[in-house]
């Protein structure tokens, strides 16, 4: 069944878990250049971050209590140098080769994605 607008659903935000949701934001506001967005400061409440250019999405980056511990079933692409967010606190989990054209990399609580150069 569609909504009368013809559509099932429209993307609105990403979200991110994490343990430490306050740290986990500033890495990724630093890799992507996005900045914080929290209207009530709360240390304990989610963090959204944002592209202060408005062409990247929202990202929220939420507070859970378990750590990660399987792959990713969704994940993040970005643009971008490896060396870079590697050297920022990124593990590498596969370096492209024959088979692949981008690097898999993790940020500091292990949610992966792929970096693509320009």
Known sequence: MLFDGGM????KDLCLDANDHQALADWWCA????????????PASPVPIEDPAGRGPLIWI?????????KNRMHLDVWGS???LLAAGATLV????????????????????CVFAR
Do not use: Q, S
């Open 8 to 11: 099932a659903a429209e993307f």
């Open 31 to 42: 890799a992507l250049g996005y900045r914080r967005h929290d209207p009530d400061g709360d």
């Open 62 to 70: 939420n507070p859970v209590p378990e750590r990660k511990t399987v």
């Open 82 to 84: 490896a060396e870079e």
């Open 94 to 113: 596969r370096a492209r080769d024959e088979d692949i054209e981008w690097d898999v990399l993790a940020d500091p609580e292990g949610n992966e994605f």
